[in-house]
């Protein structure tokens, strides 16, 4: 019988604990809409017009419910981009749209839908595949690399008691290119469908 209640207290603890301090493992798709001199998705690189990647995917660590990390990978034909991204975003700046109230026991009936705000960083490292060398049949790229700022818009629906969760986001961005005359890089969208366990 003591083995029982110690076992049943046990479980309480491991529960109440993960739902304070819960860390997020997820994977999103991402669209790009990019605004790069004046184009969709293109800019020159040595005089070469390079179509940007708009397609890609990533995968997601978030340490709190407000802290999200990411590593994202675009691709097409000829370019390759591997991304870092950081958001943070403030319980104050979160409004629950609708929903049962989350509680600190893990509730399997709770649910919410819910919009996040947030503010984060990124860089990106482009590969340009602009070059074929036919003696080793290898591509010699050309590469760049972006840092910016990016301000998250999160809508996200929540549930089995915040043990899942499913969610959209654009997400404004703005960055520089290193390394370049012009240093200002371009403006855009990256739009993401995603999903995230919460252990």
Known sequence: MKKKILLIVAVFCIIAISQVQALGIGVQGNFNV???????????????????????FSLLVSPTRQLHFAGSYYFNETTNIFGLTGDYCPEGLSLKIA????????????????????????????????????????????????????????????????????????TPSVGIRLAEKTPFANFFFPIAIGARIWL
């Open 34 to 56: 990019n605004f790069e001199d004046g184009t969709k998705d293109t800019y020159e690189e040595d005089d070469t017009s390079v179509k940007i990647p708009n397609l890609g």
């Open 99 to 170: 929903g049962s109230q989350p509680t600190l026991l893990f509730n399997p009936s709770a649910w919410w839908l819910s919009v996040n705000f947030g503010f984060g960083a990124f860089v990106n490292l482009m590969v340009i595949n602009a070059e074929q060398d036919s003696s080793e049949d290898v591509n010699i790229g050309n590469m760049s690399t972006t840092v910016g700022l990016r301000v998250p818009v999160v809508l996200s629906f929540n549930f089995a008691g915040g043990l899942f969760e499913v969610f959209t986001s654009v």
